[in-house]
């Protein structure tokens, strides 16, 4: 039988601390209300990550923070694998140069993370993986998202 009192003793997990850049966020919620029918999961999710976010004015964000055109370095912690995307919008998403959207599970969970944040997230098929953000590379400057 389980008391609240064992319920208690599990350790509690918080998401990771995450930054959004002000220039981004009005597309982001709109982007999340146009998905709202289609992927309602996926833009709750990423409501709920503007949500929780510090947002932060374009100047004042980190270049070791993932926004929108950052290329991520991430490790999956179960199988060691490493890999490289860059974050986009949904109409420059091309996963042959590793374009990952903002519109997809993995896109929505790196979004303001900063190096060095492990995090969880469930893919697809509903496997519960761990990543960490090895490293963050900002967009270049010309570059406007």
């Known amino acids: 039988m389980s008391t609240s009192t064992e319920a208690t003793q599990k350790p509690f997990k918080r998401n990771p601390k995450i930054a959004i850049s002000a220039d981004d966020l009005a597309r982001l919620q709109g982007l999340a209300d146009s998905m709202a029918l289609r992927q ?22 980190r270049d070791t923070v993932v926004t929108m055109g950052s290329k991520v370095t991430y490790r999956d912690e179960i199988s060691g694998q490493e890999k490289e995307v860059t974050l986009v919008y949904p109409e420059e998403a091309d996963i042959t140069n590793l374009c990952v959207s903002v519109m997809t599970p993995i896109g929505v969970a790196l979004l303001g993370l900063s190096e060095g944040a492990s995090f969880h997230w469930e893919t697809r098929d509903d496997q519960r993986r761990t990543l960490t953000v090895l490293s963050v590379t900002p967009p270049p400057e010309n570059t406007k998202y």
């Not at 309602?40 to 100047?59: C, K």
């Open 40 to 61: 309602p999961a996926l833009a709750d999710r990423l409501l709920e990550e503007i949500g929780r976010a510090r947002i932060v004015a374009p100047a004042k964000i």
